[in-house]
């Protein structure tokens, strides 16, 4: 069976629309966009549409995340894929997307955005740890879920996705559903990507963005990485130009071998500071767990969090606090920051050590 089966079937049968640039991408007198000739800024090229998946930056990011280049398509952050994939695979009133939470807000919203089925199965414990039983026996049970997604490292536990419990899921929801593996965070760990096993598993979607490790978030480059059959479905529903040709240049200096070198030292710097961050957390008294986790962030449980969260904004520290999430009503999860960002709020911490 084919993935087409498990796409919605308006999106299956419908005709794509063929943008200007993707029947003809090349060079000569280019009459057929109603672009300008010329652009007001000088040199910037930007009176022509942009290449709707520019080659070049699809071929590096394949490089990068080791695919072929037909395993790749860029968008707008990772947001941008996650919204894809609901709205390619979920019809309406119908379908549902499958969530362990807490996790990552977007997956929700997308599922809410496209009117598909929310299912959720919540993370157990102190460590929220994945319910793996329960996870399989949705997937088994119902047949409503399209899309599940996973993310590794989990936002905001930090928690892994095991290859062992991710092939047997795929087994599971083979033929089922597709199964989205989030590596938002995936730089900071050193568990390798499951971007190896998109080859044999047609149901299996990665999703990689620049916005985290590679300190792009206004950058707005992500990409999705699966089999070629599953690309050609979510092309047919992305914008024709999603990426601005700007944001494909800066994307391109980006990956030149320079900036992979900074890129490089810019992890041994989060791993550091995150051992900082920590030492500033620990024996607080108010403080009653730390989740350090994977990726650039460690989640804590406390005291009076709405009281801390308000000390440390009125010292001018921002921190993330979860009041919408009845799971997380004691959590904060604390960005690894510069090491001077640390001290401040290491400093904050001690004066409001005093008041309680
Ligand atoms: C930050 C984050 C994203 C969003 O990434 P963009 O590429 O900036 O859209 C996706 N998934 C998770 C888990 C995140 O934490």
Same mark, same amino acid.
């Given at each position: ?130 319910? *793996?039983?329960? %996870? $399989?026996?949705?997937? !088994?049970?119902?047949?409503? =879920?399209?899309? #599940?997604?996973?993310?590794?490292? +989990? ?118 500071? *995150?051992?900082? %961050? $920590?030492?500033?957390? !620990?024996?607080?008294?108010? =403080?009653?767990? #730390?989740?350090?986790?994977?990726? +650039? ?60």
């Amino acid at each position: 069976m084919g993935i087409e089966s498990l796409a919605r079937p308006e999106i299956v049968a419908m005709k794509p629309y063929s943008s200007a640039r993707k029947e003809a991408p090349g060079e000569g007198i280019l009459l057929n966009a109603n672009e300008s000739p010329w652009p007001l800024l000088e040199d910037s090229g930007l009176n022509r549409y942009p290449d709707p998946q520019p080659a070049e930056l699809v071929s590096r990011l394949a490089d990068l995340y080791g695919v072929p280049r037909e395993s790749v398509l860029v968008t707008r952050g990772s947001d941008e894929g996650i919204d894809l994939l609901t709205r390619v695979f979920c019809r309406a009133g119908q379908d549902a997307i499958l969530q362990c939470p807490p996790t990552f807000g977007m997956y929700k919203i997308a599922a809410q955005t496209q009117g598909a089925e929310i299912i959720s199965v919540p993370r157990s414990g102190a460590a929220f740890a994945l319910d *793996k039983r329960a %996870l $399989l026996g949705a997937v !088994e049970q119902d047949r409503r =879920i399209k899309v #599940i997604f996973l993310t590794s490292p +989990n936002n905001p536990t930090g928690d892994l996705v095991g290859k062992e419990f991710l092939q047997q899921l795929l087994d599971a929801a083979q033929n089922r559903a597709i199964v989205v593996v989030d590596e938002a965070y995936a730089e900071f760990c050193q568990q390798p990507s499951a971007a190896g096993m998109v080859d044999d598993h047609e149901n299996l979607v990665i999703l990689r963005t620049m916005s985290k490790a590679w300190a792009a978030a206004g950058l707005r480059c992500g990409a999705v990485l699966a089999q070629p059959s599953v690309i050609a479905l979510l092309r047919r529903v992305i914008a024709p130009y999603p990426l601005p040709s700007p944001v494909v240049a800066l994307a391109l200096r980006m990956l030149e071998s320079a900036v992979l070198e900074k890129q490089q030292h810019l992890m041994s710097e989060v791993s550091a500071n *995150k051992e900082f %961050l $920590l030492r500033q957390l !620990e024996s607080r008294e108010f =403080i009653r767990n #730390i989740i350090p986790g994977e990726a +650039n962030f460690v989640l804590i449980q406390v005291d009076n969090a709405d009281e801390l969260l308000t000390h440390c904004a009125e010292h001018g520290v921002i921190i993330r606090g979860f009041p919408a999430d009845p799971s997380l009503q004691e959590y904060i999860r604390i960005s690894v920051g510069s090491q001077s960002d640390i001290a401040t709020l290491g400093g904050v911490l001690d004066e409001w050590e005093k008041t309680v």
